[in-house]
């Protein structure tokens, strides 16, 4: 079965015959957790698809946070991408170097602040260097566009929503990191935070959306493990993962099965075990 929203995902395909048309963009959204030791921007300055700009979600947000890379304001996300170039009007596409990961999360980022107009690459540049479609080490100048902000707040759960949920559970918590981490026997990549998961969520690993190449899995895929993890698409859900960037994965597979709006937890697992009165499970 198709996916039913399928304008949220392009092919390399797609991209290629699109690289000259004026209304796209190309963004390298990028981004890689400190214990990998790789640099975004020393990786896209070597190389990224012809005419992309670099979007680093640690700097195009809330930077008085001591959270990582919150939403920043509506004023600012639009001064920030209108200087990469990338306004009203514009067809965003997103991707990242590692398949389909962080480009996500900007996929999500433009759609709070009202820009349905984008998807993600799938596959990312890995697939398009397997193809060995072009790449380019120039420099990109773009030209400063108007971005109007319209925020979506339906798409963002903060920390009051989320605690509250917990209570009432009008909302599924999907927790979309790994089992590990869910259940606690796996430590979490930030030392300083404890394991386990809130009480009444549900565990459905981001990995699940993933082929082995990075590409998303199919629309029958995704149902299933949907329905593996106990998660019913008839309710309402909500996404959170370790730091808000691999639960825009889930909300991305929801989005192309036809669940259009599924929010985020921002902050996501950071938030919830840096507060000392958070439950958490096992304790």
Same mark, same amino acid.
């Given at each position: 079965?198709?996916?039913?929203?399928?304008?949220?995902?392009?092919?390399?395909?797609?991209?290629?015959?699109?690289?000259?048309a004026?209304d796209?963009?190309?963004?390298?959204?990028?981004w890689?957790?400190?214990?990998?030791?790789?640099?975004? =921007?020393?990786?896209?300055?070597?190389?990224?698809?012809?005419?992309?700009?670099?979007f680093?979600?640690?700097?195009?947000a809330?930077?008085?946070?001591?959270l990582?890379?919150?939403?920043?304001?509506?004023?600012?996300f639009a001064?920030?991408?209108?200087?990469?170039g990338?306004?009203?009007g514009? =067809?965003?596409?997103v991707?990242?170097? %590692?398949?389909?990961?962080?480009?996500?999360?900007?996929?999500?980022?433009f +759609?709070v602040f009202?820009?349905?107009d984008?998807?993600?690459?799938?596959?990312?540049?890995?697939?398009?260097?397997?193809?060995?479609r072009?790449v380019?080490?120039?420099?990109v &100048?773009?030209?400063?566009?108007?971005?109007?902000? &319209?925020?979506? %707040?339906?798409l963002?759960?903060?920390?009051?929503?989320?605690r509250a949920n917990?209570?009432? +559970?009008r909302?599924?918590?999907?927790?979309? &990191?790994?089992?590990? +981490?869910?259940?606690?026997?796996?430590p979490?990549? +930030?030392?300083e935070?404890?394991?386990?998961?809130?009480?009444?969520?549900l565990?459905?690993?981001?990995?699940?959306?993933?082929? =082995?190449?990075?590409?998303?899995?199919?629309?029958?895929?995704i =149902?299933?493990?949907?329905?593996?993890?106990g998660?019913?698409?008839? &309710?309402p859900?909500?996404?959170?993962?370790?730091?808000?960037?691999?639960?825009?994965?889930?909300?991305?597979?929801?989005?192309?099965?036809?669940?259009?709006?599924?929010?985020?937890f921002?902050?996501?697992?950071?938030?919830w075990?840096?507060?000392?009165?958070?439950?958490?499970?096992?304790?």
């Amino acid at each position: 079965m198709p996916y039913e929203n399928p304008e949220a995902l392009v092919s390399t395909e797609w991209l290629a015959a699109h690289l000259e048309a004026p209304d796209v963009h190309i963004v390298d959204g990028s981004w890689h957790m400190p214990a990998a030791k790789r640099d975004a =921007r020393a990786e896209y300055d070597a190389q990224h698809i012809p005419g992309a700009v670099l979007f680093d979600i640690d700097a195009i947000a809330d930077t008085g946070s001591d959270l990582p890379h919150m939403l920043p304001g509506p004023e600012d996300f639009a001064a920030l991408v209108g200087g990469l170039g990338l306004g009203d009007g514009n =067809r965003i596409v997103v991707y990242d170097t %590692t398949g389909v990961s962080a480009a996500a999360r900007v996929w999500w980022m433009f +759609r709070v602040f009202g820009h349905d107009d984008v998807a993600v690459l799938d596959g990312g540049l890995a697939k398009w260097l397997q193809e060995g479609r072009s790449v380019s080490d120039q420099p990109v &100048r773009p030209q400063q566009r108007h971005f109007t902000p &319209r925020v979506n %707040t339906f798409l963002v759960r903060d920390y009051g929503q989320v605690r509250a949920n917990v209570e009432r +559970r009008r909302e599924q918590f999907i927790d979309t &990191r790994s089992a590990g +981490r869910f259940d606690g026997s796996a430590p979490e990549p +930030r030392p300083e935070l404890r394991s386990g998961h809130a009480p009444g969520s549900l565990n459905l690993p981001y990995t699940a959306f993933l082929n =082995r190449d990075k590409t998303m899995v199919s629309a029958d895929a995704i =149902r299933a493990a949907l329905d593996a993890a106990g998660v019913d698409r008839d &309710r309402p859900m909500f996404t959170s993962c370790g730091s808000g960037v691999t639960a825009c994965i889930v909300s991305l597979g929801l989005y192309l099965i036809g669940n259009k709006d599924v929010p985020v937890f921002d902050g996501s697992w950071t938030e919830w075990a840096s507060h000392p009165d958070a439950p958490i499970e096992p304790s």
